[in-house]
């Protein structure tokens, strides 16, 4: 299990290639499909399924690590 | 729970066909090059089949039924029962497999059913045909399974033309004796039926535009959630060791997701094999596609225990465990518009 925000955002940056990044930092700037990867890299790593409309809710990397943390492994589907 | 084996019944042929047009993902409209570069790197899709107007999934399931039964050397009066599974059938009625009894020649003795089921339908429409095999003693029968779904995008929505594409298929089916059993985990979920879906297509009265609209994102999370435990509780129901799979084909749905299943059941990648590069995702026909196309050469040499994951559309998600051994198949077939 990963712990720190470090480590999260060194593995959001290893999935989502920075020539396709407008700003790692501007979840909101994500296209559809990079959320795609991110998405499934954090399932991977923590096993946690984050939703769309929780993606939708966080703003920052910072912000979406917090959300990962506080759900359980279980998922949300 | 529909956790079940199917004992007398064997698949004894596969045979595809897709649209001979060809659509390049490159020459779409309306996508940046890098955007697009990502698209085909994250769905690993760079072509697609499209039918054109007026070709149906009947006429691309038919040019693989008369291959496969000429293949087979079968003759049309000895097919007793017929399964067609669809979600873009010729008319809203009567079915297409009555069509299809018709139209290969086969005897008013032979049965027919039509299922609407979409990308777990390939899985769906085995267990139903071989279970009514199993119980029936009907001796030869064919499963059609095929969609023309791009009929049924709306050429601006970027979130899924890029994605689908066109194919039939038509599967043999034997009463054998002495045939090993096939094993079947069949789930589905209502709840999440808006993930895809077309508003104001059928009798409901709703807004929407007609348009098979996804949800690729809940439809994304669905297939990490539930399509790897569905398929380890099949195994464990037949108590079968993972390693002793020869093969996973999986529904192609995009290459991100079908990696991620892949990974989750930690098979090697060896074993699981890919059309979506050339054929995208095909709706209920990827995984005969798949079958045939990837693995065709390999199958009726020897015994194969292959899985079969289907998942999508309903919600809908199953998982069949086949061991093939006997097997009559042939290289995709192309069909173009008279």
Same mark, same amino acid.
């Given at each position: 299990m990963y712990t720190g925000y470090s480590?999260?955002?060194?593995?959001?940056?290893?999935?989502?290639?920075?020539?396709?990044?407008?700003?790692?930092?501007?979840?909101?700037?994500?296209?559809?499909?990079?959320?795609?990867?991110?998405?499934?890299?954090?399932?991977?790593?923590?096993?946690?399924?984050?939703?769309?409309?929780?993606?939708?809710?966080?703003?920052?990397?910072?912000?979406l690590y917090l959300l990962i943390n506080s759900k359980n492994s279980d998922g949300t589907f | 729970m529909a956790l079940f084996s199917v004992h007398n019944s064997r698949i004894a042929g596969v045979v595809a066909? &897709?649209?001979?047009? /060809?659509?390049?993902?490159?020459? %779409?409209? =309306?996508?940046?090059?890098?955007?697009?570069a990502l698209l085909i790197q994250t769905t690993g899709i760079e072509s697609r089949r499209i039918a054109p107007r007026g070709m149906c999934a009947s006429d691309l399931c038919y040019e693989?039924?008369?291959?496969?039964?000429?293949?087979?050397?079968?003759?049309?009066?000895?097919?007793?029962?017929? &399964?067609?599974?669809? /979600?873009?059938?010729?008319?809203? %009625?009567? =079915?297409?497999?009555?069509?299809?009894?018709?139209?290969?020649?086969?005897?008013t003795e032979c049965m027919t059913l039509d299922l609407h089921q979409g990308c777990s339908g390939y899985v769906y429409g085995l267990a139903t045909l071989s279970g009514m095999m199993s119980a029936s003693g009907i001796q030869k029968a064919l499963?059609?399974?095929?969609?023309?779904?791009?009929?049924?995008?709306?050429?601006k929505d970027k979130g899924t033309v890029p994605i689908f594409s066109d194919a039939g298929s038509a599967?043999?089916?034997?009463?054998?004796?002495?045939?090993?059993?096939?094993h079947?985990?069949?789930?589905?979920?209502?709840?999440?039926?808006?993930?895809?879906?077309?508003?104001?297509?059928?009798?409901?009265?709703?807004?929407?535009?007609g348009y098979m609209r996804m949800r690729g994102h809940d439809i994304f999370t669905f297939g990490l959630k539930e399509v790897a435990p569905n398929i380890e509780r099949l195994l464990e129901h037949c108590s079968f060791e993972k390693e002793k799979?020869?093969?996973?084909?999986?529904?192609?749905?995009?290459?991100?997701?079908?990696?991620?299943?892949?990974?989750?059941?930690?098979?090697?990648?060896?074993?699981?094999?890919?059309?979506?590069?050339?054929?995208?995702?095909t709706s209920c026909a990827t995984i005969p596609l798949t079958l045939v196309h990837c693995l065709g050469d390999k199958l009726g040499k020897k015994r194969q225990n292959i899985v079969l994951s289907g998942f999508?559309?309903?919600?809908?998600?199953?998982a069949a465990l086949v061991p093939i051994g006997e097997f009559w198949s042939q290289e995709i077939v192309e069909v173009h518009a008279d």
């Open positions: 480590e999260f955002k060194g593995i959001i940056e290893s999935v989502l290639d920075a020539k396709f990044v407008v700003d790692l930092e501007k979840l909101r700037t994500w296209t559809s499909m990079q959320a795609l990867i991110a998405v499934s890299a954090i399932d991977e790593h923590y096993n946690v399924l984050v939703s769309y409309d929780e993606l939708a809710s966080v703003s920052t990397l910072q912000e | 066909a &897709v649209p001979r047009d /060809q659509v390049h993902n490159t020459s %779409l409209d =309306g996508f940046g090059t890098d955007e697009m693989a039924a008369l291959s496969l039964l000429k293949g087979l050397n079968w003759q049309p009066e000895e097919v007793e029962a017929l &399964v067609f599974v669809t /979600q873009t059938p010729d008319y809203q %009625l009567p =079915g297409n497999s009555m069509l299809l009894q018709e139209r290969l020649g086969f005897s499963l059609l399974v095929g969609d023309t779904i791009t009929h049924l995008l709306d050429p599967t043999a089916l034997v009463w054998d004796a002495h045939a090993q059993p096939m079947f985990h069949l789930q589905s979920s209502g709840a999440n039926s808006a993930a895809i879906r077309m508003e104001g297509s059928g009798s409901r009265i709703a807004e929407g535009d799979v020869d093969y996973f084909v999986f529904h192609q749905a995009n290459r991100l997701l079908n990696e991620s299943i892949r990974k989750k059941l930690n098979i090697p990648s060896d074993k699981v094999p890919y059309t979506l590069q050339e054929f995208g995702n999508g559309v309903g919600l809908s998600w199953g």
